[in-house]
């Protein structure tokens, strides 16, 4: 007796499926494609299921500050306060940072690289991300110790940070070393820092060592000052210290253990309160413009992880400025 199997349409998954299958999409597609195949797609893409995580790092490259807000104000209150991640490049309009902290105070996981915002811009805000858990701000020539601080103050659930900096990006700075301070006296719980190319010396990446006593990755690569004593090191056993020493993993034959992973928070249940969804929302609100690849070769980045349990972990060459 042959066995009959029940088959469900497409259509009839339930939205928090289809958030998980709709994340390996592009934003374009998530955008412009899925709203126009059936209804029940364009409600679950309207939804808060694909937009706990929000990656437009790629995207934002070298837009212009309007498309970026403008994608921002979009995309941010899909979530229904429910975004846990963001990643955003080169954000430099104060009423677009201030939009993420008003309307994502549950992110745990925010990237900032190359953004172009002050440290009066941060102080002011950094009271809203309290329960931010890893913080990119690399290449963020702008901001200095104030900002540091005042994060460190606010954010007391912090136990990553990456402020990996470009040789040219520092070149006419004296010194790092009260940001490596600033990091010492206001983040003790920090276990992954990366400062890459700042301008620090032994005493205050030292300092930084003493004060965040669970630090388990240190990246120092390029912090050409630095110089730990080996059996300093030593007293700290779960530190493991990248650099100061740049490695070039072509020469060691290092490219078996490089990796395209990419940390995630995963995907969060739905534990929240759906607020009103935009009925209003036009596929075409979003041009063509948008998609334009606009990148240019010096844009390219690489990265290289050591070790795939760590979230965020990016042993990360600089960026061309």
Excluded at 137 to 149: D, F, Q, T
């Amino acid at each position: 007796m042959e066995e009959e199997f029940e088959f469900r349409q497409w259509d009839e998954l339930l939205p928090d499926a289809l958030g998980l299958i709709f994340r390996n999409l592009s934003l374009q597609e998530l955008l412009t494609v899925v709203p126009r195949v059936c209804k029940s797609w364009e409600k679950a893409v309207k939804g808060p299921y694909c937009w706990q995580e929000i990656d437009i790092e790629e995207w934002s490259k070298n837009r212009c500050p309007e498309n970026l807000d403008r994608m921002l104000r979009l995309l941010i209150p899909r979530s229904c306060g429910s975004l846990r991640k963001l990643c955003v490049s080169g954000l430099s309009d104060k009423s677009s940072f201030e939009f993420i902290a008003n309307n994502a105070k549950s992110l745990q996981t925010l990237r900032l690289p190359k953004c172009e915002l002050s440290d009066s811009v941060v102080e002011q805000v950094a009271g809203t991300f309290s329960n931010i858990t890893f913080l990119d701000v690399s290449y963020c020539i702008k901001i200095g110790a104030r900002a540091l601080e005042a994060i460190g103050k606010h954010c007391k659930c912090l136990t990553g940070l990456r402020r990996t900096m470009h040789p040219l990006e520092v070149i006419d700075k004296l010194s790092q070393d009260d940001e490596a301070l600033a990091i010492a006296t206001t983040m003790p719980k920090l276990k992954q820092l990366e400062i890459a190319y700042m301008l620090v010396d032994t005493l205050s990446v030292s300092e930084v060592l003493q004060n965040c006593k669970q630090l388990e990755l240190l990246d120092v690569r390029g912090c050409w000052n630095v110089n730990l004593d080996e059996n300093f090191v030593k007293k700290f056993h779960k530190l493991k210290v990248v650099g100061p020493l740049v490695v070039d993993y072509y020469d060691k034959n290092g490219w078996d253990n490089c990796s395209d992973y990419s940390g995630s928070s995963g995907y969060i249940p739905w534990d929240f309160v759906a607020g009103d969804i935009d009925d209003d929302f036009d596929d075409d609100e979003v041009s063509d413009g948008y998609w334009e690849d606009e990148e240019r070769l010096e844009d390219v980045e690489m990265w290289f992880y050591d070790d795939l349990n760590a979230v965020d972990a990016g042993y990360d060459w600089p960026q061309s400025p």
